[in-house]
T-cell receptor, first 112, second 118 residues
Framework: NAGVMQNPRHLVRRRGQEARLRCSPMKGHSHVYWYRQLPEEGLKFMVYLQKENIIDESGMPKERFSAEFPKEGPSILRIQQVVRGDSAAYFC??????????FGPGTRLTVL | AQKITQTQPGMFVQEKEAVTLDCTYDTSDPSYGLFWYKQPSSGEMIFLIYQGSYDQQNATEGRYSLNFQKARKSANLVISASQLGDSAMYFCAMREDSLSGANSKLTFGKGITLSVRP
């Protein structure tokens, strides 16, 4: 029973490039959450999606960041024109709804 | 005000002893859930234990138990019989179950570092 899958595990981008982070939820889970962890900090909520719908994006920066969870395929967190401040660990979690969220291994983004 | 407060800067415990990691929370929502996650040096987030605000008994999961004191708004994690593999960061988190039912994001504290000494 595979857990939450995230890829890539490590991603290096130069300033101004685009970063695409992928998340495949656990089997049977239709709720996906993205969190960001800056060094020495706890996780900060970014966005909550269900299939084809954004439910809560209150934690998403207003510009350059977008997320989707299509009917088929993984959830994608997209960061356009990355800056050094975007360097962080990005975690995806999935759940069945009102249950515990299971986290993926994270994607470590480094912006040069 | 911070919703989740973890103020212990770093904790040390001798192997096989018990340790308590503190967490206090702030919410006006009558229905909420409290979670603890472990993050070892490898970086993944591992779910440990969950406590619902209406649960009558404290949650337990193996060596983990949650000392839930609702009136004091505290949800301390107790790890019994510490093992070397327990060395990690530990995060307390809260989910506020708003009236809309859609607000199920987690709010995390800053975490506590636990080091288990042999």
């Amino acid at each position: 029973n595979a857990g939450v899958m995230q890829n890539p595990r490590h991603l290096v981008r130069r300033r101004g490039q685009e970063a695409r982070l992928r998340c495949s939820p656990m089997k049977g889970h239709s709720h996906v959450y993205w969190y960001r962890q800056l060094p020495e900090e706890g996780l900060k909520f970014m966005v909550y999606l269900q299939k084809e719908n954004i439910i809560d994006e209150s934690g998403m920066p207003k510009e350059r960041f977008s997320a989707e969870f299509p009917k088929e395929g993984p959830s994608i967190l997209r960061i356009q024109q990355v800056v050094r401040g975007d360097s962080a660990a990005y975690f995806c979690a999935s759940s069945r709804g009102y249950n515990e969220q299971f986290f993926g291994p994270g994607t470590r983004l480094t912006v040069l | 005000a911070q919703k989740i407060t973890q103020t212990q800067p770093g904790m040390f415990v001798q192997e096989k002893e018990a340790v308590t990691l503190d967490c206090t929370y702030d919410t006006s929502d009558p229905s909420y859930g409290l979670f603890w996650y472990k993050q070892p040096s490898s970086g993944e987030m591992i779910f440990l234990i969950y406590q619902g605000s209406y649960d009558q008994q404290n949650a337990t999961e193996g060596r983990y138990s949650l000392n839930f004191q609702k009136a004091r708004k505290s949800a301390n994690l107790v790890i019994s019989a510490s093992q070397l593999g327990d060395s990690a960061m530990y995060f307390c988190a809260m989910r506020e179950d708003s009236l809309s039912g859609a607000n199920s994001k987690l709010t995390f504290g800053k975490g506590i570092t636990l080091s288990v000494r042999p």
